[in-house]
């Protein structure tokens, strides 16, 4: 339990010998304005040192380093949770937006050849504080360096499968679109294709964003990069995502990391039209970032550039991402912090074998 962990009714129940607004007070404080409670002066000083003694409200993340780059435009946070667990926050800042991409789970499970997260393994889900103070901090973090610059977008890209954590990605995206007051156009959840979570996000019947790393058009060379395609094969997601763009009427984004000699042929091109066309998706390429466990490199951006044509030439909206952070392993793809000593010789990732129960999920 920490701070953002707790529900209003909670703050309700905690508060209940103050006045009746003194919770809703706090609770507007401690999301819209991501203002600590006791830091809050509009409530009297011994309720702000009595919420600063109690253990479950505390923070849940404890900043251990704050990497920058692009002219400090890119920022990477390095957070350790109470249990030693590490996660990584990244926020970056555009002439006319500031974007933070936030992790919803300590590892990941979904074993992806080419990233950083993936080659480390999957060690807990993040609570729904955890992933909310990550958007509260970026808050406060683009108030201190940008002025009145507010926080615009908030994507699902960090460590961790999002749709393998439902239950508190769910609470989160509530909360971030609600209670902090991110418009739900404005965030997006990424995923590589776990289908029962695609079901139930679409049900959410919200205006989120939905990206789908695919990365490959066909079950062999997908499954090779994403393992996950042997449970959830290309056809049974395309099924699952037509019947999402139907009943959303919510544009579909596939991301493609772009490897040299791997996917980045005419014939991946093709592959990729023949999913994109019937389902009006938008495609979005990235150079591939390096990796510590992969061994190719991205493709050139001569050939980025060439497919990216080959897909607009057959009417594919599509973009090439703008790699932010890789000098500090903040880009798409880097996230995994494997060498951070806190409190002993051990980096906190050496360890990691433990498996995530997928039962739930395996319909």
Not at 319 to 325: E, K, L, M, T
């Amino acid at each position: 339990m920490s701070l953002y962990d707790l529900e209003i009714a909670q703050w309700k129940q905690l508060l209940s010998a103050e006045p009746s607004y003194r919770a809703d007070q706090i609770w507007q404080a401690i999301h819209k304005h991501a203002i600590r409670p006791e830091h809050l002066t509009s409530i009297p000083k011994q309720l702000r040192d009595s919420i600063a003694k109690t253990a479950d409200l505390a923070p849940a993340l404890s900043l251990v380093n704050l990497y920058t780059d692009d002219n400090e435009l890119t920022e990477k946070a390095l957070f350790k949770l109470d249990d030693q667990r590490v996660l990584e926050t990244v926020l970056m800042h555009y002439s006319d937006r500031s974007t933070v991409c936030i992790s919803s789970q300590a590892g990941c499970a979904m074993g992806c050849k080419f990233c950083a997260t993936g080659q480390q393994g999957f060690y807990r889900h993040l609570t729904t504080g955890e992933i909310v103070e990550q958007v509260a901090w970026a808050i406060s973090r683009t108030r201190t360096k940008r002025g009145s610059r507010r926080l615009t977008n908030v994507v699902f890209m960090g460590m961790g499968e999002p749709l393998a954590n439902t239950k508190n990605l769910f609470k989160a995206l509530q909360r971030i679109n609600v209670d902090i007051g991110i418009g739900a156009r404005h965030i997006t959840v990424s995923t590589v294709g776990i289908i029962p979570g695609i079901r139930r996000f679409g049900k959410l019947n919200q205006q989120y964003n939905l990206a789908i790393s695919l990365h490959a058009a066909n079950n062999e060379k997908r499954t090779s990069l994403v393992p996950i395609t042997r449970t959830y094969p290309l056809e049974a997601l395309l099924e699952v995502l037509a019947d999402y763009r139907r009943t959303t009427n919510r544009r579909i984004s596939f991301e493609w990391a772009m490897m040299d000699g791997i996917n980045d042929s005419d014939q991946d091109a093709r592959e990729l039209i023949a999913i994109c066309v019937p389902l009006q998706a938008h495609v979005n390429l990235i150079p591939l970032n390096p990796t510590p466990k992969w061994p190719g490199s991205g493709s050139p951006m001569a050939r980025v550039r060439s497919f990216s044509r080959i897909l607009e030439m057959a009417g594919i909206v599509t973009s090439i991402r703008d790699n932010r952070g890789t000098k500090i392993a903040a880009a798409c793809g880097q996230l995994a912090e494997t060498h951070v000593t806190l409190g002993g010789d051990e980096g906190l990732f050496a360890a990691g074998s433990a498996k995530m129960d997928l039962s739930g999920l395996l319909d």
